[in-house]
């Protein structure tokens, strides 16, 4: 073991090495097979060693730290300054830490010493000394000899000297710090201690002599195993169990003792004494009560006890050295105090009653005082503390210079400044003054300070310069400067905002501050300086900055604020408010509307502040409505013309005119008409009217137009609206009467009155506007008013002649109109006058075609053939049916009328003329309708004898031909046909194409048999129609002899032969008599869909050099697959080439392509090599990429090198396992998939170094990392990879995703490395990613580290309270609690600390104590564990004068039995349970506390409890001080009575004077004489009687006589 907290076993039969937990009470086993093992001194590391190596593990992190070798056989292992292993071998030292290093050899042991047993080793505080303990056989093992070998780092030399333990200590002489080495052994006459001082670094010189003692041992052959110094005191311990303590200064034996002859075979350093382990196996903690020791010193050498009581600073010292320090003192040996005064353990005698008693004794003359000499020696030799300082102070500030030479003081920091000293210096030496209050951290007061002197900046530095460790109380300090110099408080409070930004003191507390001195001005201008910008999170502000310049300032001021402009963000309600109180109702009102749009419900306030601002000219008014809603608008609008129509409606109407495309219109109408505003509506309607449809705005237009005079607004608007009410306006018009009539005229013209209007014209003799209306305006509607006139009975020439008088009259709508009315006739002269001019309207001429007819004219039939088409044909024909069959024929026959001729015709025995209708009509239908009649043979008969010869056009010929055709008569036209084209070869039919296709085609379908005759004497057909339609009536012979007799035949006919007729052999004679390459093609491209024919195909299309069919050449024989087709094909592919044409392009490269292919297929790379020097548009790619599928890799190569395809090469080169050339391509190829691959490839060929390089191309793609990690870890590479990320980060192109790989590989590989990565990159990576990888892997200091660098505080403390053995730090702890946003995780913190570290517990609180509640702590601690861990943080918390606080303070000084603390606290800190602890104090051993449950019943009122309790204890002074507090006769009285019963005289006198005021002089005087001792009041007596006798002569107004 090392230390006192663990003791490790090594269980040599399970093969593990058992860790014993000895201030625990645990164990804990861990399989191991070790010569030795040691825990270190946290409890989490164990290091075991075995043979030459040394292993260090984590046992709470289960993983190993390190492991090292070391030349030699280990012989000893043991832990120096917490993380450096000290490992002795047979032959050196080494240190090593196993975190950092390897093992670095410190010395060689001495050749004596080679074959040793190590007992210890440890080095001095700086590590300058070594010290290595053996012991060494002599004799053959019958004597053991210690020795020790000293070992200098600095000079690097070796001693051997006697000894068998010894340690270094560090100890002050002369307030010199020494470097002191005590050295145990055993001699001649027995144990041996001595001291020595060992010279180190700059101080060579030795200050401390060399001391030599006995030393206490049990038997000859037993000797010192263990040696250890504390608070001054040498603690000694022999193998045998004799334990001896000694004085470091002059190594004298204070004590000895044998722990009961003991062996102790290994011993440790503990806090306070020895750690040995018995051979029996038990642990011994083996230390001495030192205080015991020095009480029984005392009594036979009192000054060497106080020595060693101040060394080893036991409770008593203090105690001893003011009881020494009073002795001489009243002895006079100012000397001798002083000295003790000044060399007193912890400054215990450095007091103010020190000052006080050196400061009685008289001064000599010509002497300093003993003060000053107490001083100057402090000076000269340490530095004055605060009280000393303070009384120096107190007596050099009386003289001239004082202050300089406190000042130098300071400078050489002899002087302890403090509150106190600072103020007394300050109206001395202010400057001074503000060093010792920075220096004492009295920060407000120096803050004060700086700002009485006018000095803000320095001020604000002075607290810049201590941010962190102190917080001012900005609020008081600014408070204090607002009544004195308000605008110095404004440029103080402007520096504090451009410094804290609002975070310490808020600028609304500031303005409070100035507010509440009504310093307006300069709240206005803190507040005009530090609002910059117009931001919403400075509302409140703004709000502030309105509010108190509309209550305490004048409206200009106001209204300069707000046409600056720069607020806008401001509490708009609140501050409309306070401007309409203030008058400023322009101001308010605009306020209120944007109020009303952010919140709604504003309307009132609107509308009330919009009434009081329009008494003046509301030019607001626009811009108001601008921002209102429609809704509001209207409302608004209504209050200011409700409120004054006459004044406000014209304004009104101007503000709304630019709304009017937002307001709802018929309000706006409707509010104007209702107060009769006709010329505001007027102007509203005048913007409205362009754009709206609406009749009601129309119509309303009309009317203000009209009840306001605009006559010609009337007349245009009557005459260009289509949306007004037109009975309505007629009514208004009818009311008003206008002298012009034209608006009248309009509205009837617009909607069609005729009647109307030619009421009102012939009612008001105004007919000549008709004239000038048909004439020159509406002429269309001549019809209209020419039937208004009929109805309305006007004359007949009248109306006549109107008609005449319109130029271009609507022709056919007059006539319809007067016809309708059944007085056409007065019209005839007009129409024929129409007719004469050449109107040719329709109606017109069929009228008149009618009267011609019903007057039975002659030129009627003229008539209709010179109009024909311009009348109703169907019409006139009906109308003539019963007049004329000839006239109604004609008609019908102009309007081609089909079925009104045919049933005219046949009604009328007209055959022949409807035979000629019929060739005319060269219509199919109608052919057929006549057909289809049973009496066709009478219309055959006269077509054929009549209508036929007379037909010059061969077309009406032809579509008889069809009509006949589609009846079904074939033979009636077959023999018209022969008769047409063979009797008579001279006709013009006998050429016709058509017809003889049409003779053909009726020969085919009714008489094949003859079809071969009609083939060989007609020539004019259609070939290819014909010989389909003969194929198709299975006639092959006559198909092949049609496209034989045809020029350029031979391909159809050698289709026939091999599609229809199925003959190669034919088809190939055809071929080889033709020799055209057409044929050789057809035949070529059949063969190829022939089985066993490919050969001859690929011949047949070489001949052919058909480039068409390459691709279903090509087909073949991939499907084929025989090299030998292959090379057939490379033959035909070569003859395209050399026959192709620009036309042939596509084909060309497709041939290309593959002729490229089957080269490579057939190994023929010397012609492959040829075709690729030639210009070729073959996809090389492509034929490469078939070429890959196959595995013909070299012949890939070949393609894609030539094709400059080096990403397919790449690939290609991998399966050639030619990785370096591939390295090369991917290179060229430049892409991310083709480096992929060959990475990929170099990795499972374990080419790594290629792998590597491929790599670096690869993790520059975000994307791509991922997979790349994955890969390189699924073949094992970690090594490899990690190596590659770490090259990577030195790219030009790092990203994110290299650092967060990296870190995740670390985590999962190498997590020793993890926590120093993170401190590197962390900022670089994704730190979720790497959390959740941390987490998995249980790398709990990582996830804490990436928790506080993310500041999720929060999750830092989880991590921390769930895994704090490897996680828990304490200042991290202290530092994240502080940021916390959970506070229960400070609570669990508490609890934590103390189960785990409750010496830590009180920092831990310190840190946090703004942050939690300390009665909540309180009962935590007192929950889970004693609550006196956190006394000195409860009593800096008992500020709060929380109760729960309070009493737990008070319950720990009532255990202490520290009354004088204890009647502090209940004196500064009220909140408590007085009751319940007067109870308890009251029962209490200790008369002192007692004493204050006395005092404390006297705080509360209880005076005689408080009485009574210090009667029972004799207090008879508190008692008499307790009844004069309570100014109570009664109380007086009773506590007199008691003393006169217990014969206290004494006290009955004194308590007489203590409470002269209060007692009652009868009662005095009657308690003295009923126990016959007048004596002791008469004192008092004499005294009432001479205030009674003065009190009488001064009412009496005259002198008193004797005083």
């Known amino acids: 073991m090392c230390d006192e907290k663990f003791v490790c076993v090594r269980d040599t039969e399970g093969g593990a090495v058992v860790v014993v937990d000895v201030g625990m009470g645990g164990s804990m086993k861990q399989p191991a097979v070790a010569e030795g093992a040691v825990m270190g001194v946290d409890g989490k590391v164990l290091a075991l060693h075995s043979g030459k190596t040394v292993q260090v593990f984590d046992l709470a992190e289960k993983e190993k730290v390190g492991a090292c070798d070391v030349p030699g056989t280990i012989q000893y292992v043991t832990w120096i300054k ?23 050899k410190q010395f060689e042991k001495a050749k004596e010493l080679k074959d040793s047993q190590v007992l210890s080793y440890t080095t001095d505080a700086t590590g300058a000394w070594l010290m290595l303990a053996v012991v060494v056989a002599k004799d053959g093992g019958k004597e053991i000899k210690g020795v020790l070998q000293l070992y200098s780092v600095e000079k690097k030399a070796a001693k051997i000297i006697d000894g068998h333990a010894g340690c270094f200590t560090e100890y002050k002489v002369n307030k010199e710090k020494c470097n002191i080495m005590v050295v145990g052994g055993q001699g001649q006459d027995g144990g041996r201690l001595f001291t020595v001082e060992m ?182 030799e340490d530095k004055l503390n605060k009280v000393e300082a303070l009384e120096l102070a107190k007596l050099v500030l009386m003289k001239q210079g004082g202050a300089e030479y406190l000042a130098d003081l300071s400078k050489k920091k002899k002087i302890e400044a403090s509150e106190e000293l600072a103020d007394k210096l300050q109206p001395l030496d202010p400057d001074l003054a503000l060093t010792f209050y920075s220096q004492a951290k009295c920060h407000t007061k120096a803050i004060q300070l700086h700002i009485h002197r006018q000095q803000f900046s320095k001020a604000l530095e002075y607290i810049r310069s201590n941010d962190g460790a102190w917080q001012p109380d900005l609020v008081d300090i600014l408070t204090k400067l607002v009544a004195t110099n308000a605008d110095g408080a404004a440029e103080f409070a402007l520096l504090l905002h451009k410094e804290y930004k609002g975070k310490s003191i808020t600028p609304s507390e500031i303005v409070d501050l100035f507010l509440d001195r009504t310093c307006v001005k300069q709240a206005t201008g803190y507040l005009l300086a530090i609002l910059t910008t117009d931001d919403e999170k400075d509302m409140e502000l703004q709000t502030r900055l309105f509010e108190m310049n509309l209550l305490h300032s004048s409206a200009q001021v106001v209204e300069a604020l707000f046409t600056q402009g720069r607020f806008t963000k401001f509490d708009g309600k609140k501050i409309a408010s306070l401007c309409e109180k ?116 129309h119509t309303k237009y009309v009317e203000c137009a009209l009840r306001t005079g605009q006559t010609t607004e009337i007349e245009a608007i009557t005459r260009t609206s289509d949306f007004y009410n037109p009975q309505v306006v007629l009514s208004l018009l009818n009311e008003v009467r206008l002298s012009d009539p034209w608006p009248y005229i309009n509205v009837c013209n617009k909607h069609k009155l005729w009647d109307s209007m030619i009421g009102y014209l012939m009612g008001t ?225 006998s050429q016709n194409r058509y017809l003889q296709n049409l003779l053909l085609l009726t020969v085919i379908q009714t008489e094949p048999a003859k079809a071969m005759s009609y083939i060989k004497r007609l020539d004019k057909y259609d070939v290819a129609e014909m010989a389909a339609i003969a194929l198709k009536k299975g006639l092959n012979e006559e198909t092949l002899e049609m496209y034989r007799r045809s020029p350029g035949g031979e391909c159809d006919a050698m289709r026939v032969l091999i599609e229809t007729i199925g003959d190669i052999d034919r088809a190939k004679e055809l071929a080889e008599r033709t020799d055209g390459k057409a044929c050789w093609g057809i035949l070529g491209k059949v063969q190829l869909q022939r089985k066993g024919m490919l050969t001859e195909a690929l011949m047949s299309l070489t001949k052919a050099a058909d480039c068409q069919q390459t691709m279903d050449a090509v087909r073949a024989v991939k499907e084929s697959g025989k090299v030998a087709h292959y090379k057939e094909l490379v033959t035909y592919l070569e003859t395209v080439r050399g026959a192709a044409t620009d036309g042939d392009m596509s084909y060309l490269a497709f041939a290309d392509t593959e002729l490229a292919y089957s080269l490579a297929r057939c190994e023929m790379f010397t012609k492959l090599s040829q075709f690729l020097a030639e210009s070729n548009l073959a996809n090389l790619t492509q034929a490469g990429d078939r070429c890959y599928d196959e595995g013909l890799y070299e012949a890939a190569r070949v393609l894609y090198t030539a094709e400059h395809n080096h990403a397919k090469l790449a690939s290609t080169l991998i399966h050639l396992k030619q990785y370096l050339e591939a390295l090369d391509a991917a290179q060229k190829a430049g892409s991310i998939k083709t480096w992929k691959e060959v990475c990929y490839a170099c990795v499972n060929a374990d080419e790594l170094r290629l792998a590597q390089m491929a790599a670096q191309h690869i993790i520059v793609a975000p994307e791509e990392l991922d997979g790349l990690c994955h890969y390189f870890e699924a073949a094992g590479k970690v090594a490899e990879l990690e190596a590659l990320l770490k090259t990577g980060l030195s790219n030009e192109r790092t990203h994110i995703g290299m650092y967060t790989q990296l870190g995740l590989l670390l985590t999962r590989h190498n997590g020793g490395k993890v926590l120093e990565y993170l401190k590197l990159y962390a900022g670089k990576m994704n730190r979720t990613e790497m959390l959740r990888s941390c987490e998995a892997h249980h790398l709990w200091t990582e996830v804490r580290y990436l928790h506080v660098y993310n500041e999720d505080w929060d999750s830092a403390l989880s991590v921390m309270l769930d895994h704090p053995s490897p996680a828990w730090e304490h200042n991290v702890f202290k530092e994240t609690c502080c940021k916390a946003t959970v506070i229960d995780h400070i609570y669990s913190g508490v609890s934590f600390y103390l189960a785990s570290h409750p010496d830590l517990l009180g920092d831990f609180l310190y840190a946090v104590s703004n942050r939690v509640n300390p009665e909540r702590v309180v009962l935590t601690v007192h929950r889970l564990g004693s609550v006196a861990l956190v006394k000195d943080w409860l009593v800096s918390v008992q500020k709060v004068n929380n109760k729960i606080v309070n009493e737990a303070v008070n319950q720990l000084l009532i255990e202490e039995e520290d009354y004088e603390s204890l009647r502090e606290s209940l004196q500064n800190f009220t909140n408590f349970d007085r009751h319940g602890l007067c109870s308890v104090l009251a029962s209490h051993s200790l008369m002192e506390m007692r004493r204050v449950a006395s005092w404390l019943h006297a705080q509360s009122g209880k005076h005689q409890q408080a009485i009574d309790t210090a009667l029972a204890d004799r207090l008879y002074q508190d008692a008499t001080e307790y009844a004069a507090e309570s100014k109570d006769p009664t109380v007086v009285n009773s506590l007199l009575t008691s003393f006169m019963e217990k014969g206290l005289h004494e006290c009955f006198a004194a308590a007489l004077y203590t409470c002269y005021e209060i007692a009652e002089p009868d009662v005095a005087v009657e308690l003295a004489w009923r126990h016959k001792n007048a004596d002791i009041v008469m004192p008092y007596f004499i005294q009432v009687l001479k205030e009674l006798w003065d009190s009488r002569c001064q009412c009496g107004g005259g002198k008193c006589g004797r005083r």
Not at 950 to 957: A, F, L, M, N, Y
């Open 82 to 104: 917490g993380d450096l292993l000290a490992i002795v071998t047979a032959t050196h030292v080494y240190h090593w830490n196993p975190t950092t290093t390897s093992p670095k």
């Open 199 to 380: 010279p180190t670094g700059k101080k060579q010189t030795a200050s401390y002599e060399k001391k030599v003692a006995s030393l206490p041992v049990g038997a000859p052959d037993d000797f010192p195993i263990a040696i250890a110094v504390q608070n001054g005191l040498i603690y000694a311990l022999t193998r045998y169990g004799i334990f001896s303590l000694h004085d470091v200064e002059t190594v004298t034996l204070i004590h000895e003792e044998n722990t009961g002859g003991r062996y102790i075979l290994g011993t440790a350093h503990s806090t306070n004494g020895l750690l040995g382990v018995t051979i029996e196996g038990a642990v011994h903690h083996i230390t001495a009560d030192v205080s015991s020791i020095v009480f029984k010193l005392k009594a036979t050498n009192p000054s060497f006890a106080l020595e060693v009581a101040g060394r080893a600073g036991i409770p008593e010292a203090e105690e001893m050295y003011q009881h020494y320090f009073q002795s001489l003192t009243s002895k006079g040996d100012v000397s001798a105090a002083i000295d003790l005064a000044l060399t007193a353990p912890r400054d215990c005698l450095r007091t103010l009653e020190t000052v006080k008693q050196l400061q009685g004794f008289p001064q000599i003359p010509g002497q300093s005082s003993s003060l000053m000499v107490y001083f100057n020696r402090i000076i000269e």
């Open 582 to 697: 203030a008058g400023l109702y322009l101001r308010a009102l605009k306020l209120n509307c944007k109020v009303h749009l952010k919140e709604g419900n504003n309307l009132q306030a609107i509308q009330r502040c919009g009434v009081n601002a329009s008494q003046s000219a509301p030019q607001w008014l626009p811009e108001i409505l601008k921002i209102l809603s429609p809704e509001d608008c209207m409302g608004l609008v209504k209050a200011l013309v409700s409120a004054s129509p006459r004044l406000n409606a014209p304004v009104c109407a101007e503000a709304v005119i630019p709304q009017l495309h937002r307001l709802p219109n018929d309000a706006v109408i409707d509010m104007f008409a209702e107060h009769k505003a006709y010329t505001p509506l007027y102007n509203v309607l005048t913007k409205l009217l362009p754009t709206s449809e609406d009749e009601r705005i």
């Open 765 to 989: 003799r105004n007919l000549r506007y008709l004239d000038l209306y048909v004439t020159e305006r509406e002429p269309q509607h001549l019809p209209f008013v020419v039937g208004a006139l009929l109805d309305a009975g006007a004359d007949d020439e009248y109306i006549t002649t109107l008609i005449y008088k319109v130029a271009s009259p609507p022709v056919g709508q007059v006539i319809q109109a007067v016809e309708a009315r059944g007085k056409i006739t007065m019209l005839l002269p007009w129409m024929e006058h129409m007719i004469q001019q050449g109107c040719d309207d329709k109606t017109l001429v069929t009228t008149l075609a009618k009267q011609y007819i019903d007057n039975a004219r002659q030129n009627a039939r003229e008539y209709l053939e010179e109009h024909k088409g311009q009348y109703d044909s169907l019409e006139v024909g009906k109308y003539a049916e019963g007049r004329s069959a000839e006239l109604a024929f004609a008609a019908y026959e102009t309007g081609s009328h089909d079925d009104q001729v045919i049933r005219l015709a046949v009604d009328n025995k007209m055959y022949g003329e409807l035979a000629q209708y019929c060739l005319k009509r060269q219509d199919l239908p109608l052919w057929k309708s006549v057909l289809s009649r049973d009496d066709r043979k009478e219309l055959v008969s006269a077509l054929v004898s009549t209508a036929i010869p007379k037909v010059s056009d061969p077309t009406e010929i032809s579509v008889a031909v069809k009509a006949f055709t589609q009846a079904g008569m074939p033979t009636q036209l077959t023999a018209i046909l022969e008769k047409l084209i063979l009797d008579d070869e001279g006709s013009a039919f």
